[in-house]
């Protein structure tokens, strides 16, 4: 296994600190470095470090999102269960809100998920 480095930036998680890595294999982020940061082109708040399950991703692929399926030309390679992944914070509200949602990293989950996902949400499904 791949051991994850704190991020070179001065991100914040919604603990606080440091913006911890998600993944680097594979690759998340919106920027495609492993962190859940965010930017101005960033349309999706791709900020939620979350655990794939076999359950949300076929949700997601019901809701039109197929995160399983590799897209190679958005170098993406398809996930499965186990894999670490930033997701858009409204996917995973509305999983929650749905029952489906998966498991997060807090330390690795951006600071402004927290405009679209009540802490308390994510405390509950924290990775202990």
Not at 18 to 41: E, I, K, Q, Y
Not at 94 to 118: D, F, Q, S
């Amino acid at each position: 296994m791949i051991e994850l480095q704190p991020p070179p930036n001065r991100e914040r998680s919604v603990l606080g600190g440091p913006l911890a890595m998600c993944s680097v294999a594979p690759r998340t982020g919106f920027f495609r470095d492993g962190c859940c940061r965010t930017g101005p082109d960033d349309a999706g708040l791709h900020t939620v470090c979350a655990v794939m399950t076999e359950e949300f991703l076929a949700f997601s692929r019901s809701r039109g999102n197929d995160l399983s399926t590799p897209r190679p030309e958005w170098e993406f390679p398809g996930l499965v269960a186990g894999d670490r992944w930033c997701l858009c914070a409204l996917r995973w509200r509305e999983a929650y809100e749905a029952g489906m949602a998966p498991k997060v990293v807090l330390e690795a989950t951006h600071e402004r998920t927290l405009a679209v996902i009540p802490r308390e949400w994510l405390d509950q499904h924290a990775i202990a």
